[in-house]
C-alpha cells in the first residue's frame, strides 16, 4: 500500500513546479506513514507558516481516500518536507508537555493558542495517557484550541 500511496504523491508533485531528489517512506511508532520529501525548494512546498504544505497534505488525504474508499485507512498519512512537519509535530509536543506539567503544578485547566485540527490532535494523543491531566478541544473556528485540564487521579 506505501508504494501505492508514493505513486499518489509523485502524480500530484509531476503536475506542479515543485521539483524534489527523493521520497521516503517512514512509519512510525504511533503507525503514522510519513511521506518524506527532500528537496531544493523546500521554501516552495511549505509556503507562508506552512500553508502549501497543509494545502498539499489535504490534497494528498483526499486523493488517497478516493483511491482506497474500498479499504479503511489503518493510519494516518503525513507528507514532510526536509523534515519540516517532523520539527513542528516536536515542538507541539513540547509545548504540551510544558503545559501539562503547569497544569499539574497550578491544580488547575491551561489553554493553549488556538490550532488546527492537525495540531489539536497530535496535543490529545500525546497527553491521552499521561496522569492528572485530559484534554478537551474549545473554541469555534480559528479560535479552536486545546484545554488541558487537571484531573486528580486519587480520587
Known amino acids: 500500500m ?9 502524480e500530484l508533485l509531476s503536475r ?4 524534489y531528489d527523493a521520497i521516503d517512506m517512514v512509519v512510525a511508532d504511533d503507525g503514522t506513514t510519513w511521506c518524506m520529501v527532500k528537496s531544493q525548494d523546500s521554501k516552495l512546498f511549505i509556503g507562508k507558516n506552512g500553508e502549501t504544505l497543509e494545502s498539499l497534505n489535504h490534497l494528498i488525504r483526499k486523493l488517497i ?3 482506497f474508499r474500498d479499504t479503511p485507512l489503518p493510519y494516518q498519512v503525513v507528507l514532510d518536507v ?3 512537519q517532523k520539527k513542528k509535530v516536536d515542538n507541539i509536543k513540547a509545548i504540551a ?4 506539567e503547569r497544569a499539574r503544578f497550578f491544580k488547575a485547566s491551561v489553554s493553549v493558542d488556538p490550532m488546527n485540527a492537525f495540531e489539536r490532535k497530535i496535543i490529545h494523543t500525546f497527553l491521552e ?4 491531566v485530559k ?3 474549545a473554541g469555534l473556528g480559528h479560535e479552536r484550541h486545546v484545554v488541558i485540564k ?6
Open 129 to 132: 495517557n499521561a496522569k492528572n
Open 82 to 84: 526536509n523534515e519540516y
Open 135 to 137: 484534554t478537551e478541544s
Open 16 to 19: 506542479t513546479a515543485l521539483t
Open 150 to 155: 487537571y484531573v486528580d487521579d486519587t480520587i
Open 97 to 100: 508537555h510544558m503545559m501539562a
Open 2 to 10: 506505501n508504494e501505492e500511496i508514493k505513486k499518489i504523491i509523485e
Open 65 to 67: 481516500e478516493q483511491r
